[in-house]
């Protein structure tokens, strides 16, 4: 993790906690790759892969959000580029990394308020990380991966069920906690798919 990276957080903007750190880990951008954030909150890991040479697009539901991370991308002298969007409604192009660490606690996507829209990720908490994997795949370049953080609370074993239809996938590191476990994963699309 890249020390000089200050980030400054807003309400209504989800603040990195265990699972942002578990998928700051995992992901590994190279110099010149693109780089897909969904989610960005504060930014935090799109701005550590723009560090690491990565050409980086944060793509988020909340307007608070982009904001935030703009902010910060501008504080730390990083190029990101970003987009207001419902995962990929107005994303564009395609990408070599899709990292996302999704809303997976049970709770209703109907909220108004921002800050449970970035943790409640429908009845059983798998939802918006299954309407994630249907279209993901769109947007990866050839051999591109997916990083992707899963809960223990949050329909884990249907979310990981689903993916094995399209993607390969590798759980990479897990972190427990006196509630929950969380998951970081990896899928790359099995070669035999045609779309």
Same mark, same amino acid.
């Given at each position: 993790?890249?020390?000089?990276?200050?980030?400054?957080?807003?309400?209504?903007?989800?603040?990195?906690?265990?699972?942002?750190?578990?998928?700051?880990?995992?992901?590994?951008? +190279?110099?010149?790759?693109?780089?897909?954030?969904?989610?960005?909150?504060?930014?935090?890991?799109? *701005?550590?892969?723009?560090?690491?040479?990565?050409?980086?697009?944060?793509?988020?539901?909340?307007?608070?959000?982009?904001?935030?991370?703009?902010?910060?991308?501008?504080?730390? %002298?990083?190029?990101?580029?970003?987009?207001?969007?419902?995962?990929?409604?107005?994303? +564009?192009?395609?990408?070599?990394?899709?990292?996302?660490?999704?809303?997976?606690?049970? %709770?209703?996507?109907?909220?108004?308020?921002?800050?449970? +829209?970035?943790?409640?990720?429908?009845?059983? %908490?798998?939802?918006?990380?299954?309407?994630?994997?249907?279209?993901?795949?769109?947007?990866?370049?050839?051999?591109?991966?997916?990083?992707?953080?899963?809960?223990?609370? %949050?329909?884990?074993?249907?979310?990981?069920?689903?993916?094995?239809?399209?993607?390969?996938?590798? *759980?990479?590191?897990?972190?427990?906690?006196?509630?929950?476990?969380?998951?970081?994963?990896?899928?790359?699309?099995?070669?035999?798919?045609?779309?």
């Amino acid at each position: 993790m890249d020390q000089t990276i200050d980030i400054d957080v807003i309400d209504e903007v989800y603040n990195p906690s265990d699972d942002s750190y578990l998928l700051l880990r995992v992901i590994d951008p +190279k110099p010149g790759e693109s780089m897909l954030e969904l989610g960005p909150g504060t930014g935090l890991i799109s *701005m550590h892969a723009a560090k690491a040479g990565a050409i980086v697009t944060a793509a988020d539901i909340n307007p608070h959000a982009i904001e935030c991370t703009r902010r910060n991308a501008a504080a730390n %002298g990083v190029r990101i580029e970003t987009v207001i969007s419902d995962l990929f409604q107005n994303v +564009k192009g395609n990408f070599d990394i899709i990292a996302f660490n999704p809303p997976y606690l049970p %709770g209703s996507t109907r909220t108004t308020s921002w800050i449970e +829209k970035s943790w409640s990720g429908g009845e059983d %908490g798998a939802e918006v990380a299954l309407k994630f994997l249907q279209e993901a795949w769109k947007h990866l370049t050839p051999g591109g991966r997916i990083y992707m953080i899963l809960s223990s609370v %949050g329909g884990l074993m249907s979310v990981v069920r689903a993916a094995r239809e399209r993607y390969e996938s590798v *759980m990479l590191e897990e972190h427990h906690m006196f509630f929950e476990s969380i998951f970081a994963y990896r899928f790359k699309l099995r070669y035999s798919q045609n779309g």
